[in-house]
């Protein structure tokens, strides 16, 4: 049974850093892309970025490219997601998944509890 485990979210202020973490398991995912998505209040769950295989590309929405950088560990069957400069609009539950054609979560099925991320003004 395929399982995600994201942790590292918590509240911060606008400006701040969080670096959240999944951990899967379940499957070996070292050789699938896997990627990151929140759901804010109110709002559908969205894509965040994603990393291939290889760690080599990745791929994010407009909102957090340059502030947010996606990277794994295969050995670990680990993600992670380094995010910096923080606003308020990034408020959201933090889920991961594998990852089809760059932005679609693989499966309903591989959803975790998720993190929860607030940035405070």
């Known amino acids: 049974q395929v399982r995600m485990v994201e942790s590292g979210g918590g509240l911060v202020q606008a400006g701040g850093s969080l670096r959240l973490s999944c951990a899967a398991s379940g499957r070996d995912f070292s050789s699938y892309p896997m990627g990151w998505f929140r759901q804010a209040p109110g709002k559908e769950r969205e894509f965040v970025a994603s990393?291939?295989?290889?760690?080599?590309?990745?791929y994010y929405t407009d909102s957090v490219r340059g502030r947010f950088t996606i990277s794994r560990d295969n050995a670990k069957n680990t993600v992670w997601l380094q995010m910096n400069s923080l606003k308020p609009e990034d408020t959201a539950v933090y889920y991961c998944?594998?990852?089809?054609?760059?932005?679609?979560?693989?499966?309903?099925?591989?959803w975790g509890q998720g993190t929860q991320v607030t940035v405070s003004s």
């Open positions: 990393i291939d295989w290889t760690g080599e590309s990745a």
């Open positions: 998944n594998g990852v089809l054609g760059y932005s679609r979560p693989e499966s309903d099925d591989y």
